[in-house]
């Protein structure tokens, strides 16, 4: 498997099941194959998709049921991910909307 640049495997792995979410690939209740095939189909480790499925677990895209598998949740097509990083970003612009309103002059 080609990693992108400056991603881990894990991340690539993520990004590319990601994308067959949003795709139509894969669709809400889908079974995934089994770790040691997506590792074989990935050419990764499967402690490598362990980590790939816990992070699209951790945005609500898959749900693990115990001795049955991983399944493809509605939340899949979200487009984009909730991160740290957006979320700060989001965080600062509400910032600087409040205060421009602080800002702003009253009304009588």
Known sequence: MDSSAGQAPFEVVA???R????????KAGDK?????????????????????????????RLVARQSIGVFVTEAAKQAEPLTLA?????????????????????RP
Do not use: C, F, N, W
């Open 19 to 26: 994308k067959d979410m949003l795709e139509g690939r894969l």
């Open 86 to 106: 957006r979320l700060a970003a989001e965080l600062a612009a509400l910032r600087e909307r409040v205060e421009a309103l602080e800002h702003r002059p009253s």
């Open 15 to 17: 990004a590319t099941i």
């Open 32 to 60: 995934l194959p089994t770790h040691r095939d997506l590792a074989s189909k990935y050419e990764v480790a499967v402690a490598t998709i362990q980590r790939a499925l816990k992070v699209l677990q951790d945005e609500g």
